[in-house]
């Protein structure tokens, strides 16, 4: 068999971004990134839209380059069998299942959690609810309650309490799974404290009900806390975590639970069509990530910091510091009289990038790549949008 190394070209060690969607383009695309009039490349603007956008270090994609590979269908992908058995440590729990994204991590949970025709309970502003297309409905079959979102992303105990399912009424659906969510994206990146999961799971353990933790950017709770991350997950059976967020590798989440629990989810992730063979090229990048790119999650966090001082000063921004605890700012501009998408197009065109979050909301979200320059830049964009009107 020839040797990829001495056959293939090196790999581009600088990345490439395209250019931004024209106005015409993103409409007929649903899109909610918004315009750039001037049409520039990405890769010149500051782009806090979220921090998916980041893109790995030349480090990583070294790692990546060079990873063994396998064929992971088969257990015999070396580079995931490590990255599995290095979350599965980190997170407390004895194994652990690399899958393509966070939402196929959430649905192959709730899968493996539940039946058809059970419950599950989530927050109204849960990612679950909100960002992943259905799927606990449609393709689990299971049917979900939510309990209100407090500002701080915990769910009252007695809201859970009061949604759980008597077992002994046949017409019930039987409550399966509560579902929380750490750091809470629609709650501007705020973190559940560990006294708060405990609370949860005693409850959970005296009705009988599973706890899974919607953990995409959980390394960011535990750094915000300055706790190991096992400290936020002893009291969930299961949690899901991104490497392709903060962390900043191109691709992947991490399933982790019981040594038995993880066999059955193998199994609905490849009726899932996420059994992907040699895909060790893609778990490096979560390896390195795991081992290089957390303890710097805290310069995304005073960034973060920073930028929500600054917009707090800017007339027409409403905006609550105190929430701001990890690298995401959510403000409002209701104030301003203009919609989020006007602001929006207006600071692309001077080329910040950020987000729509509702009808009266931005979000703004620090990240691997954006730096202290960049967040002043930022600022005095705002500054020149709310003040030219």
Known sequence: MPNCKKR????????????????????????????????????????????????????????????????????????????????????????????????????VAVLTHATRGDEIVVGDEAHILHYEVGGASTLAGVQVRTVPTQRDGTL????????????????????RLICLEN??????????????MRQVRELARANDVAVHLDGARLFNAAVALDLPVAALTEDVDSVTFCASKGLAAPVGSVLCGSADWIDRARRWRKMMGGGMRQAGVIAAGALYALDHMVDRLAEDHALAHRLAEGLAAIPGIAIDLAGVETNIVVFSVSQSGRSPMAILDALAARGVLASEFDRSLIRMVTHYGIEAPQIEATLAATRAVFRDG
Do not use: W
């Open 8 to 107: 293939c070209p090196e790999p581009l060690l600088e990345p490439r971004r395209d250019r931004v969607q024209s106005a015409a383009e993103r409409r007929a695309a649903g899109s909610l990134i918004p315009t750039n009039r001037k049409a520039a490349s990405v890769s010149e603007m500051i782009d806090l839209r979220s921090d998916t956008v980041t893109l790995p270090p030349p480090e990583m994609r070294r790692a990546m380059y060079e990873a063994e590979l396998g064929d992971d269908v088969y257990g015999e992908d070396p580079t995931i069998n490590r990255l599995e058995k290095r979350a599965a440590e980190l997170v407390g729990k004895p194994a652990g299942l690399f899958v393509t994204s966070g939402t196929q991590g959430n649905l």
């Open 183 to 196: 750091t809470h994206n629609r709650r501007g990146g705020v973190v559940l404290r560990p006294a708060y």
């Open 156 to 175: 009252p105990l007695a809201g859970i309490q009061a949604v759980l399912r008597d077992r002994t009424d046949f017409h019930n659906p039987h409550t």
